[in-house]
């Protein structure tokens, strides 16, 4: 009655979730500074990892303070998105009407460059907090809108049928059925999204604003200041690691149900 | 069959070496922003077949910044770059392999600009009002010197930061009451969006005595090139001298070549306001480009000292400029 083999602490350890891509990205550091090394890549062309690193090291207060603006800007950019796209993808799932009049204005809006208009909105807006949310709002909306869409049409109408036939109300069968088979998707749409938002917020503090991790990276790039400005872009990539992450824990607890979150389960003999 | 190859070859082969002997060599010149006044001599000469007397091929592309274009020129990408020199020689001090083949602007243009009307006139009168600044672009860099020489501080004004178009934007719309440009660039694009005249209060009025605009190369493409150079400073050159002599024909040009680029009256009047920027009182009566040596060791000083560069500069201020490749004369 041989039960399956132990797993090694090493390979148990291997096998940690957060272990993996940290052993990539450590081979992605080294292949860097190889290549740098290699090629004799100048200073002012790739900055050296370990000039990155030292940046991240001395300066962690003022990027972490300049942080902050950037993430608030992302947040509700992503919030919007959320709040705005999954009832117009409601709308539009429901209503053929509504669909062929609001759909094909969506996509053509979407090929517009939101960073060739965002100098617009610090003409409206000035030159605050609001003219990043909107461009961080722009960027998050279509991905949500597509997959919410996606995921209301995708609802097996025998299920609704049922949730009727049991005298289920509009709203009850909503709540039942629709909305819950439509989740999938709208975190799908969401995880995107939130990636988005970070780039609009940063592409709205390109354009115009005294502070922000855009601000710094804008800042650097004038001084041929590469570590600070490759040190900027670990800073948008970690944060967008992050939100990712948080949505994705969100998902977990509003979806436990979907095959995607099932952990693999291994057999007892 | 085969004889009809043969003779097609052989016709082929006497057309080729009839061709005119040398093809003019291909030159790629990246500006430092997208076109205005400033520019006028490289398409005056284009047009009028200056650079092609010369046996060259002129390619003039609009640039995003005098940090953007020295990385081109830096990576090869282009060939020549029209930089602000000061924003070269922080590059080359961190090992960027350029060198200026030729300075052009010898006074700096900079200077902050709001509305005529508004009546700012003197340093003094910026107290209260709101500047808009491009971080850490050329200007934005010496603006500290300058609030130094006219004994402001940063708190007796208002700032806000954005990209170029944020910058034009804001001042047109009362956001903001100034802006840092250049006094034939930003000025005469407020002009054309709204008509109105806008007042520069220049930098080099206020002791700030640095080199501006000239022409960058790789410094491997100077010794691979070293002819093309010499051709393409000489062409620039002649170039610079004849647009001087006409300058609305040299604005027209840049119409030319470029129907967006502007309105006629205000790149002719952007580029008129630059043609005094190009001597100072010790080579008024020389050829463009000749810059001077003490010219150069105090823009290299400035920049030390409140410009952020590094202080090795001012160890060898003659690595970041040679005078080497102008043609000889003083016609």
């Given at each position: 009655m041989a039960g399956p083999k132990g797993e090694s602490a090493i390979s148990r350890a291997l096998n940690a979730a957060w272990i993996r891509p940290f052993l990539f990205l450590i081979f992605i550091v080294v292949a860097w500074d190889l290549a740098i090394r290699i090629f004799k890549i100048p200073a002012y062309q790739i900055p050296a990892p370990a000039d990155v690193v030292a940046v991240l090291w001395s300066d962690w207060p003022e990027l972490l303070q300049q942080a902050w603006p950037t993430t608030y800007a992302t947040l509700c950019g992503f919030l919007l998105s959320a709040l705005f796209g999954i009832p117009i993808a409601m709308l539009i799932a429901g209503s053929k009407t509504v669909e062929s009049y609001i759909y094909p204005l969506l996509v053509f809006s979407q090929s517009v460059p939101k960073v060739a208009i965002a100098p617009l909105f610090v003409v409206w807006f000035g030159f605050g907090i609001i003219p990043k949310v909107i461009a961080a709002f722009l960027l998050g909306f279509f991905p949500v809108v597509v997959s919410a869409v996606q995921g209301f049409k995708s609802v097996d109408l025998d299920m609704v049928d049922l949730a009727r036939a049991m005298q289920g109300s509009r709203f009850q069968v909503f709540c039942a059925v629709n909305l819950p088979h439509a989740m999938p998707a709208i975190f799908s749409g969401l995880k995107v999204s939130v990636t988005l938002a970070v780039v609009g917020a940063v592409v709205g503090e390109f354009v115009g604003s005294n502070s922000g991790i855009g601000y710094v990276m804008q800042r650097s790039i004038g001084t041929f200041d590469l570590p600070t400005m490759f040190a900027a872009l670990v800073i948008l990539a970690l944060l967008g690691v992050i939100l990712f992450w948080v949505v994705d824990r969100i998902e977990k607890l509003v979806i436990?149900?979907?095959?995607?979150?099932r952990e693999d389960v291994i057999f007892a003999s | 069959m085969r004889s009809i190859l043969a003779i097609g070859a052989a016709l082929i082969w006497t057309a080729l070496s009839v061709a005119p002997a040398a093809a003019a060599d291909k030159v790629v010149l990246m500006l430092n922003?997208?076109?205005?006044?400033?520019?006028?001599p490289f398409y005056y000469g284009k047009a009028k077949g200056i650079y092609a007397a010369e046996g060259i091929d002129l390619e003039i592309q609009e640039g995003r910044g005098s940090a953007a274009t020295t990385q081109a020129v830096a990576a090869k990408t282009a060939d020549f770059g029209y930089v602000d020199v000061p924003t070269m020689m922080r590059a080359a001090v961190k090992g960027a392999p350029v060198i200026a083949t030729g300075v052009l602007l010898q006074t700096s243009p900079m200077s902050v600009m709001g509305f005529a009307d508004k009546n700012i006139r003197k340093p003094e009168d910026i107290r209260g009002k709101t500047v808009a600044i491009t971080p850490a672009d050329s200007m934005t860099q010496i603006w500290p010197l300058f609030l130094k020489k006219t004994g402001l501080?940063?708190?007796d004004f208002h700032t806000v930061a954005g990209d170029g178009q944020t910058k034009l934007n804001a001042v047109i719309n009362g956001q903001a009451d100034l802006l840092l440009g250049y006094v034939m660039d930003q000025s005469m694009k407020i002009k054309d969006a709204t008509a109105k005249d806008v007042y520069p209060i220049k930098f080099a009025d206020y002791g700030i005595n640095m080199v501006s605009s000239g022409l960058i190369a790789n410094t491997d493409y100077v010794k691979t090139h070293e002819d093309i150079v010499r051709r393409f400073m000489s062409a620039t050159t002649k170039a610079v001298e004849a647009a001087e002599k006409d300058p609305k024909a040299a604005a027209q040009s840049i119409l030319d070549a470029n129907p967006k680029g502007g309105k006629i009256d205000t790149l002719t009047q952007g580029f008129e306001l630059t043609i005094p920027l190009y001597r100072t009182a010790e080579t008024k009566d020389k050829r463009p480009f000749q810059v001077t040596d003490q010219n150069m060791a105090d823009s290299v000083n400035l920049m030390v000292e409140y410009g952020g560069l590094d202080a090795k500069a001012k160890d060898n201020p003659k690595a970041f400029y040679t005078n080497d490749y102008l043609p000889k004369g003083n016609s």
């Open positions: 436990p149900w979907h095959v995607s979150q | 922003w997208y076109v205005y006044g400033e520019h006028a501080k940063e708190s």
